[in-house]
């Protein structure tokens, strides 16, 4: 998957999303294989985010490589692969967490989340990630400043469990 930065100032939805790609040339992505404008879209699939306004379809693009034919979804840089729940939730739990509290207030800011999701996001920030930030001394806040760091020294996003690799793309300004 290629995770592309974005301004975290922005509810999650198709138009953000669609307005990030659309502003992308597919020959500015790199290939897992390490080539440069290679990639070609290769249709998509709808993928649900759970945001303060409900549960969202999102349409995610996928591209492939003439190369080496590896394909990548197109991924922007609030969304946690894998995971129904945003990026900013993720580390609200987690900060919360080092607060001292139990993550549940989160609930109050988006209605979608159940208990269940964030004692599940709560024990893989305390088993997977909580001592990774810690070593490399990585704060939770700002939350937009967590995906360059994360995805350049663990290859991940944060928060992101399955070890799939993870490249990024920082759009030129």
Same mark, same amino acid.
């Given at each position: 998957?290629?995770?592309?930065?974005?301004?975290?100032?922005?509810?999650?939805?198709?138009?953000?999303?669609?307005?990030?790609?659309?502003?992308?040339?597919?020959?500015?992505?790199?290939?897992?294989?390490?080539?440069?404008?290679?990639?070609?879209?290769?249709?998509?699939?709808?993928?649900?985010?759970?945001?303060?306004?409900?549960?969202?379809?999102?349409?995610?693009?996928?591209?492939?490589?003439?190369?080496?034919?590896?394909?990548?979804?197109? +991924? #922007? &840089?609030?969304?946690? $692969?894998? *995971?129904? @729940?945003?990026?900013?939730?993720?580390?609200? %739990?987690?900060?919360?967490?080092?607060?001292?509290?139990?993550?549940?207030?989160?609930?109050?800011?988006?209605?979608?989340?159940?208990?269940?999701?964030?004692?599940?996001?709560?024990?893989?920030?305390?088993?997977?990630?909580?001592?990774? +930030? #810690? &070593?490399?001394?990585? $704060?939770? *806040?700002? @939350?937009?400043?967590?995906?360059?760091?994360? %995805?350049?020294?663990?290859?991940?996003?944060?928060?992101?469990?399955?070890?799939?690799?993870?490249?990024?793309?920082?759009?030129?300004?």
């Amino acid at each position: 998957m290629i995770t592309v930065i974005t301004q975290e100032c922005n509810e999650i939805s198709q138009k953000l999303y669609d307005t990030a790609m659309d502003s992308i040339q597919t020959c500015q992505l790199e290939c897992s294989c390490g080539h440069c404008g290679c990639l070609v879209g290769h249709g998509g699939y709808t993928r649900y985010v759970k945001t303060s306004m409900g549960k969202i379809p999102l349409a995610i693009r996928r591209v492939q490589c003439s190369l080496c034919n590896a394909t990548h979804a197109l +991924l #922007l &840089s609030g969304i946690v $692969p894998y *995971s129904q @729940v945003p990026l900013s939730d993720h580390a609200a %739990i987690a900060s919360s967490y080092e607060n001292g509290m139990d993550g549940m207030e989160v609930m109050d800011t988006n209605p979608e989340l159940s208990p269940s999701q964030v004692f599940y996001i709560l024990s893989l920030y305390i088993r997977f990630w909580r001592q990774r +930030l #810690l &070593s490399e001394r990585l $704060p939770l *806040s700002p @939350v937009h400043a967590l995906t360059q760091p994360c %995805i350049r020294l663990f290859g991940r996003q944060f928060m992101q469990i399955k070890n799939t690799r993870n490249l990024l793309f920082a759009p030129p300004t």
